[in-house]
């Protein structure tokens, strides 16, 4: 079974970092686009950051030159590294890939568990 499962994350003070990893694991065929996307309580669910099988990046404009994703394609993993970390990022942080399994016929949308981001001031 096809899953996206993440690490890392936690509780960091203002200025510091935290990283994320996202592994797809199972049989899987191809992997497109990753990404991470954050939720906090009474707000909609954003687009933090993506990256393509390429390495093409794009973030929001509130975490440019503070977070930074990557991939290793050999590894089906992707990474946020948050950096200067500002109350305001507290969020659910999830993990979006689109996959194929090895055994399917087309691309699907995954999402991670979800984890929990806390910065405090």
């Known amino acids: 079974q096809v899953q996206l499962v993440e690490s890392g994350g936690g509780l960091a003070q203002a200025g510091g970092s935290l990283r994320l990893s996202c592994a797809a694991s199972?049989?899987?065929?191809?992997?497109?686009?990753m990404g991470w996307y954050r939720q906090s309580p009474g707000k909609q669910r954003e687009l933090v950051a993506r990256?393509?099988?390429?390495?093409?990046?794009h973030y929001i404009y509130s975490v440019e030159g503070r977070f930074t994703i990557s991939r290793d394609n050999a590894k089906n993993t992707a990474y946020l590294q948050m950096n200067s970390l500002k109350p305001e990022d507290t969020a659910v942080y999830y993990c979006?890939?689109?996959?194929?399994?090895?055994?399917?016929?087309?691309?699907?949308?995954?999402w991670g568990q979800g984890t929990q981001i806390t910065v405090s001031s």
């Open positions: 990256i393509t099988g390429d390495g093409s990046a």
């Open positions: 199972g049989s899987i065929g191809y992997v497109g686009v």
């Open positions: 979006n890939a689109y996959l194929r399994p090895a055994e399917g016929v087309g691309v699907q949308e995954y």
